[in-house]
């Protein structure tokens, strides 16, 4: 059993937490710099701010509970932990996917063979990774969204809720594809891309 403490105390921490305590494990609270938080959140602690880490890390392990992909990778950086990886109990992996450290992967969601997850990604409620997908760091997968196989994702980058990435596809880094959105081509600038073929929001001005 590992003793973790979550960064972070919105909704998204939340469902992390709910993932923690249905893997066995034991939550020791949440911190998070917003110091006017109740002293308890779905019945555990409220630690106090990020910066009380320190005073935690030995025998526990942190996650990042927040849904922006830019501000997890600050926290990552600046605060030197050991990750917890969140796996709900529903969601169904192949036998050889790799799942980075400190990525939270939601129920239902699926990812399938040879499929490689960065760190401090999200792989949010009923998402499908098909095979052969290489998602990077500080990804957001959102609940629904389906990558079909050998898609390839870069870091920072967020796909919106049920949006649809074709096979084969590439989209860089530090990317926005909106809910519903069906990307059919590759994606190699940063921006916003939404609607059927997806295209660059940048491109309707
Ligand atoms: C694409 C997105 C990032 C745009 O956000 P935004 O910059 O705040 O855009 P706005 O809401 O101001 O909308 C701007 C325009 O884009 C349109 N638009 C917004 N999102 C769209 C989408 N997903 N698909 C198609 N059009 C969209 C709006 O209708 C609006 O059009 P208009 O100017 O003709 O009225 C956002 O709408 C989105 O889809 N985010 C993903 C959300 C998500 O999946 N969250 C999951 C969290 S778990």
Redesign the pocket.
Known sequence: MKKVVIIGASG?AKVIADIVIKSGDELVGFLDDNTELPESIIGYPYLGTVDKYSGYADERFFIIGI?NNLIRKKIAERVDARWYTAVHPSAQLAIDTHIGEGTAVMANAVINTSAVIGRHC?I??GSIIEHDNRIGDYV?I??N?TLCGTVLVGELT??????TIKNNISVCGNV??????TVVRNIAEQG????IPARN?AS?H
């Open positions: 998204h849904g999200i949010n409620t957001h959102s609940p969204a967020h796909i919106g809720a049920g949006a926005i594809v909106g809910a519903g959105a916003t891309f939404v609607g929001t309707d």
